[in-house]
């Protein structure tokens, strides 16, 4: 047996429930096949639990947040933004509260509820559920010189083997939390359809080390630092700046976590010639001349203490050790024997604490998956394939990914809604078409 909708939306997660959403608002009729037993899956574990809707900045801001891939996003936010996910969320009885650097969550904290207030409006629009759908493949026409969709085959117990539709949009997310459904079966339908996918890595992920002594500082956070990521140049055989953050960090048994850590993931790829380290500055706000001066009054005020002790304003007491370690100092040395030159080491450590990066945590920890269906082979106006008409991409399955602070989401919903728009558009097209050329007969 065959199923048909005028809209099939695969995938049931922030970018296919907006999809969903926008395009039954339109007036088709509208599918969703979710291969899970329920919808959100990942959406209500995002942000530990709390879900990190968006965030409050500009859309100039929020380009600068994916890196060279940003621009593919500005008619997307320009049509449906921050204000906009609050509002649908607010009209379906979830209020939201902005919190530190613009981050929106559910004023419940509870990512469970906005999974929720998204699925009431979908039920209200009268959108169809396939629950428990596991989409295999799609459909694509006979005649590849037309390379047009026609729907998708099932992998599944239901009587239907197909389900048909004027348009399909996959929204089936990337390969992070595979647990939840995300095993990047998209990827595979794009290319299909012929897409070409960048390289998949993680993303929003943990850093790992091989330095013993950060796992001998597990749980320890700091804030307000600034770390860099740094490589070796090919040409020269010399170290060089791949990208610096500002923000928290925290130390684990494995390496690096923390929100800064976790951007500056997506920055470490197989490309990057080792040894591959992050660089900490402990006090960003301070230049080196005057860190300097800081020290100087500090060992000043315990001019009569050790040199361990005469920095506990400086920094947490369990970092102290570590600090003093890579200045090549003891830390027993009495302040009234420390030299110019150990200050200045003091200083350099202070400003770019090391340590060696063996790699990321693997996709199953990453929070969202970087790489994906090439965007320039993606209309950025309708979110249309420019290879198969009929197919519409959105979310983390598309070659963008951003900084933590809400802005993933975001580009999920925003990427999810014109998609639907576009695709509901283009039905609206062919049932006006259909009815035209009956009226002829």
């Not at 801001?61 to 996910?85: N, T, V, W």
């Not at 090439?374 to 991409?393: C, H, I, N, Q, W």
Request: hydrophobic residues 40%; glycine residues 10%; charged residues 25%.
């Amino acid at each position: 047996m065959k199923k048909e909708a005028e809209v099939l939306v695969v995938g049931g997660g922030p970018a296919g429930l907006l999809a969903a959403i926008r395009a039954a608002r339109m007036g088709v009729r509208v599918t969703v096949a979710e291969r899970n037993g329920v919808l959100g899956k990942k959406l209500s574990i995002t942000g530990k639990g709390r879900c990190n809707i968006t965030n409050t900045g500009d859309v100039a801001d929020f380009i600068l947040q994916y890196g060279e891939q940003g621009r593919f996003l500005y008619s997307a936010f320009s049509r449906f933004f921050h204000q906009d996910i609050r509002q649908l969320l607010t009209e379906a009885g979830l209020e939201t509260k902005e919190e530190r650097g613009g981050r929106v969550f559910p004023l419940s904290d509870q990512a469970a509820d906005v999974t929720a207030a998204l699925e009431r409006t979908l039920l209200r629009e009268g959108v169809e559920l396939l629950r428990g759908c596991r989409v295999q493949s799609l459909i694509l026409a006979p005649d590849r010189a037309a390379n047009r969709v026609l729907g998708v085959t099932l992998r599944d117990p239901w009587d239907q083997s197909e389900i048909r539709a004027g348009a399909v949009v996959v929204a089936t997310g990337g390969m992070s939390y595979p647990l939840t459904g995300s095993t990047g079966d998209g990827y595979g339908w794009a290319k299909a359809a012929g897409h070409r996918v960048t390289a998949i890595r993680p993303a929003l992920v943990p850093l790992e080390t091989g330095d013993t002594w950060v796992a001998e500082l597990t749980g320890l956070s700091l804030r307000n630092v600034k770390a860099s990521l740094w490589a070796t140049s090919p040409d020269s055989g010399k170290a060089y700046q791949e990208a610096a953050l500002q923000g928290e960090l925290m130390f684990a048994h494995f390496g690096l976590t923390g929100p800064v850590i976790l951007s500056l993931s997506r920055y470490v790829r197989e490309d990057l010639l080792p040894p591959v380290t992050i660089r900490i500055d402990l006090k960003p706000a301070l230049s080196p001349e005057t860190l300097d001066k800081r020290l100087l009054r500090d060992f000043a005020k315990y001019q009569k203490k050790q040199l361990a002790n005469a920095m506990a304003d400086l920094l947490p007491r369990a970092l102290i050790p570590y600090v003093i370690r890579f200045a090549g100092l003891e830390e027993s040395l009495p302040i009234a024997e420390l030299t110019r030159a150990g200050r200045q080491a003091i200083g350099r450590v202070l400003k770019a604490l090391p340590v060696d990066i063996t790699g990321t945590k693997p996709m199953e920890e990453a929070i969202v998956t970087a790489g994906g269906v090439d965007v320039s082979e993606v209309d950025p106006k309708t979110m249309a394939s420019r290879k198969a008409a009929g197919l519409y991409f959105a979310g983390e399955l598309l070659d963008i990914d951003g900084l933590t602070g809400g802005y993933n989401l975001q580009a999920a919903f925003s990427t999810g809604w014109i998609a639907g728009e576009s695709a509901a558009k283009q039905c609206l097209a062919m049932r006006e078409t259909a009815m035209s050329g009956s009226g002829k007969q």
